[in-house]
């Protein structure tokens, strides 16, 4: 079928809105019109190659919702006519799949960067020439996206499909950092470091779950001034004072948890050495590969613990139809985090996110 999708040709280049041939779904698939779409920071990373992801042309696009348009034969999980988030993909089949932790997917890279489907076709073409997609088994910067009927998951029709799509990515992993990878008690703390997606979606399901005290850190006022709007009952500016011992001292000696959503080695060590005794720090800023830091083993040993958290460790079917519930209820405003744009200024969108004007741009489609 003829769709309309945004091409990057080069490395770096501006997204280029192009006609293109979509594939018919196999058995498994599911054909999505896509109505709004996330942009993310993994979205700029893949067009500028930072990802082990095939050279251009591609598209890409992970943060889809829409309506469903065709299925194959075998899926059984949504028909036509159904709204859906698109969220990740993941092979079913490997250790991590098979016990439950699908983010975690061994085979995720054929998955969900493979430029094509795991067994290496491709879904999209212009003419002759093979434009690669599959970008998260969904490619959705686009008015249609092919996805899998694993990684699609049926949202309420309820509730505006133009602010869901960003469920599926940084939405899920803020919050679910949060609510399942801590599983933060009510009256417990909390300091979160980068209040972007990611954070301020950890600082809305931060209040969800009672915590008490919740620290904002961040070099943005406006951001900071967000956060506190959401419900967070502090903010420090780390570019005007040492977040540090702002935080050891508005704690008494540090919080339980304490989330890095920055990717930043510097700021990863001062969210670990926040921490007391028995304190998590959860890592979700994404760095480029082999990024080292340096740590007191000291602190770790005595019962501190770090861990990396992929996707707030959800199971998207499960988690994003809860969070939904959460917002129709005005408990979990995320859509006050999205700058609407037109799909065609797509590219004035990834310019107003890369400057810091607007915390989640989100295209109509
Ligand atoms: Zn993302
Ligand atoms: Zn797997």
Known sequence: MEIKAAVIYEQSAPFSIEELEMCDPNDDEVVVRIVAVGICHTDL???????????????????????VEKVGSRV???????????AWDYCGACPSCKSGRELYCLNFFLHNFNGARPDGTTTLRK?????HGSFFCQSSF??????????????????????????GCGVMTGAGAVMNSLRAQPGSSIAIFGVGTVGMSAVLAAVVCGCTTIIAVDVTPDRLEKAKQF?????????????VEAILDITGGGPEFSLECVGNPAVFRQAVDILPRLGVCGLLGV????????????LIMNGRTVRGILGGD??????????????????FPFDRLITFYPFEEINKAVEDMEKGRVIKPVLRV
């Open 314 to 331: 959800a199971i998207a079917d499960l988690f994003i139809p809860k969070l939904i519930e959460l917002y129709s209820q005005g408990r």
């Open 76 to 86: 059984r999980k949504v028909e036509p006519g159904d709204h859906v988030a698109l």
């Open 142 to 167: 686009a008015t249609f996206a092919l996805a899998n009927e694993r990684n699609v998951v049926k949202v309420r029709d309820d509730v505006p499909l133009e602010i869901l799509g960003p469920m």
């Open 287 to 298: 760095v480029p590969p082999g990024t080292e830091v340096s740590l007191n083993m000291d």
């Open 45 to 67: 990373a893949a067009r500028d190659m930072h990802l082990p992801i095939p050279p251009p042309p591609s598209v890409f696009g992970h943060e889809g919702a829409g309506v």
């Open 231 to 243: 419900g967070a009952t502090h903010t420090i500016n780390a570019s005007e004072v040492d977040p």
């Open 127 to 131: 003419d002759d020439q093979v434009i």
